[in-house]
């Protein structure tokens, strides 16, 4: 699928706030006022320490942490708007799976819950079975699959409903070299055909490769976010982020 390029923002984030109340009812905060915005077309990196916030980041950007205060808009529509929020993928840190079922039935029934129908289902099943290697593993059940196969497992079930906007959480974790380059690739491939990819990654070299922009993400807080180039100013991406986020622990 081809996604037409615009200036439109395929995403906008405004006054982001997430709390979370703990014993003797102590509020954390866990994201402060986070505020940017992404292009379609775009693919944009959120690097940090752990704990920093990241995760937490993707998962209130696609509806699963409701934020404390803030607006989500995705193509112009309140990420709350079910409209919204078809137009979203999204694959998780840790997928979880069904383990007793196969990597098809799997794909086939998040084919369901996007409402496509049985045909557009399986062919797309299929498609991308191949396209991250486990064609050969279909019928497997997903109890027997290793660390990489569900990793690439879980970045199919984030492509079923064909997105428009993609969040990826550590996407490469855990992946053989052989992996990595593979699924760099499909992501490129369809970032550069127009699908706006989000993603966060503690591989810097990899996110190095594929960024148009970086934001750094500190103590919950977007501390920085521009082009990858601007960041790194000639060093590797590694040694400019420890120089950046040093000073600032």
């Given at each position: ?167 990826l959480d550590e996407p ?43 934001g750094i993400i500190n ?31």
């Amino acid at each position: 699928m081809v996604v037409e390029k615009t200036t439109q923002p395929a995403l906008a984030v405004k006054n982001l706030t997430h709390r979370y109340t703990t014993g003797l009812r102590r509020q954390t905060t866990v994201l402060h006022n986070i505020n940017f915005e992404v292009i379609t077309g775009e693919l944009v990196s959120f690097i940090g320490v752990n704990g920093a916030g990241k995760t937490t980041l993707l998962k209130t950007l696609v509806g699963i942490t409701k934020p404390s205060r803030g607006q989500i808009q995705v193509f112009g529509q309140d990420l709350n708007r079910p409209t919204a929020r078809q137009t979203i993928g999204f694959m998780p840190e840790s997928p979880a799976f069904y383990d007793n079922i196969s990597a098809r039935q799997f794909l086939l029934a998040v084919g369901g819950m996007f409402g496509l129908a049985k045909d557009i289902s399986r062919q797309r099943a299929t498609d991308l079975l191949l396209e991250v290697r486990l064609e050969h593993n279909d019928r497997q059940a997903i109890r027997t699959f290793s660390k990489g196969m569900r990793q690439r497992l879980g970045f199919a079930q984030s492509l079923m409903g064909e997105p428009k906007l993609l969040f990826l959480d550590e996407p490469l974790d855990g992946l053989d070299p052989l992996g990595r380059i593979e699924l760099k690739q499909s992501i490129i491939k369809r970032q550069q055909a127009g699908l706006t990819v989000v993603l966060c990654s503690h591989i810097l070299s990899d996110i190095a490769q594929m960024s148009d922009r970086i934001g750094i993400i500190n103590r919950g807080q977007l501390l920085h976010l521009a082009s990858t180039n601007s960041f790194t100013k000639g060093k590797d991406l590694e040694q400019a982020f420890v120089d950046y986020i040093t000073p600032k622990l």
